[in-house]
């Protein structure tokens, strides 16, 4: 069972939270019993995607979330998430802004009867990966849709690791709390990087000479996933989600590299054409699986627990699915949520 708060001279309470990033919300029943073992009681669920189209350069919602079962929710607080890629805030206009904000919160408004709530979230969360030159757009856009709200609803945004170090270049998001992302620290498109979504040491440049604080009280987000970079011509392809770990092992499909045993992420050549996830590989693909092991999330639960916290913070893992049941147990993440109740200065 785990322990649903942290002990008493903990300087931190911690909420444990899921992500729930799927395109159909349908919480399996051992998912639940997940949750509930966990004493988690809050769902970050990814609503939809805003991008822009490539055809007319239009904002277009995309990625609308189907949902089917909504039997499994009951007593769980559900955060409508939403996902804007960075090219929506390049050049927009102000007319664009208040066309966006009036269709999203018709979109929540959706959500909420969609689901069976009774009343309108408590909080929003935005994702976006903003940088210099779209911060005064996106920052507009979120004051904008904070004015079309109910007054008590809290506006969350998700922080990066190079905006949480540099927040006089990068700007801070007018919003409530801040979800600082502990992972994709590498370069994903990369053939050569070793592991993108999350290396201690990369992490561990954007932890050290940050800011003793950061304006906004902060959450953490943490990584629970793995996935399968699959590149072209030496350019990253595909991203094939939570392929298991012995998919690579038929050795007369693929080849692997020479990277000794053990070998971390793995990676091989595709020998022969192949389906994998309905995704056809042709000879020559180079594939690497990356993978959170229970140790690596450890490390990073130990440099996060080094920020800029909130006193109260959520814990947010990423994501949910069956293969995180699997791979983290329930008491291994009570471990990070203790973690990061006793930073390394409390523990004895």
Known sequence: MALPACRQEAPRIVTPAFYYWKTTLSVSADERSYLDRLNCKKLYVKWLDIGRSDVTGAI????LLEITDTSALSGLAIVPTVFITNAVFKGISG??????????KGSLDAFVRATGRANFP???????????STREAYFLFLQK??????PDTRISATIR???YKFPDQTGVPPADRGMLMFYNTGDVDD?????????????GKYVAGAPKTYPIPLDLALPVFSWLLVYREDALWKIIPDVPDAALADTLRFMPLQNGPGQSPVEVYVQSGTFMSGHYLRPGDLLRQETITPALLLQATELASQTNLADETTVAFFHLDEAALQRYPVQL???VCQMICLP?????
Do not use: G
């Not at 277009?60 to 990625?63: H, I, V």
């Not at 849709?145 to 109910?150: D, N, S, Y």
């Open 333 to 335: 993440l009570d471990t």
């Open 161 to 163: 690791l190079h905006q």
């Open 122 to 132: 408590e909080e929003i969360q935005f994702d976006c990966d903003w940088t210099v």
């Open 60 to 63: 277009t919602p995309y990625a």
């Open 191 to 203: 053939p050569a990087a070793r592991n993108s979504i999350f290396r201690p040491e990369d992490a």
């Open 344 to 348: 390394e200065k409390k523990k004895h």
């Open 95 to 104: 007319q664009e802004t208040e066309r966006m904000a009036d269709n999203l």
């Open 145 to 150: 849709i904070k004015k079309r709200l109910p």
